[in-house]
Nanobody, 115 residues
Framework: QVQLVESGGGLVQAGGSLRLSCLVS????????VGWYRQAPGKQRELVAR???????NFAEPVKGRFTISRDSAKNTVYLQMYSLKPEDTADYFC?????????WGQGTQVTVSS
């Protein structure tokens, strides 16, 4: 059973930074991609950023230039570094991993950005 455990969420003021971590229970290179989604209250879950097994990354337009995604294969961990946070970044952030036709999700971590 693949497990994804997120950490690093919290309350931060606008303009601040946070780093989210996603600890994967298996080798992250066994997945086609590992990434982050977010879901704000009353809204659909949306892709924030992801990194493929080959190292390619893609980001949602609202976070381009402010967020980065990286990984530490030794720790089986994927990070989402968030800078210049805005109130509209407030959401539950979920780690996501895709392997072949299967998708795995973490439980989520809450990020709240105050104005």
């Amino acid at each position: 059973q693949v497990q994804l455990v997120e950490s690093g969420g919290g309350l931060v003021q606008a303009g601040g930074s946070l780093r989210l971590s996603c600890l994967v229970s298996e080798n992250i290179f066994d997945f086609n991609s590992v990434g982050w989604y977010r879901q704000a209250p009353g809204k659909q879950r949306e892709l924030v950023a992801r990194i493929t097994v080959g190292g390619s990354t893609n980001f949602a337009e609202p976070v381009k230039g402010r967020f980065t995604i990286s990984r530490d294969s030794a720790k089986n961990t994927v990070y989402l570094q968030m800078y210049s946070l805005k109130p509209e970044d407030t959401a539950d952030y979920f780690c996501n991993a895709v392997r072949m036709s299967r998708t795995f999700w973490g439980q989520g971590t809450q990020v709240t950005v105050s104005s």
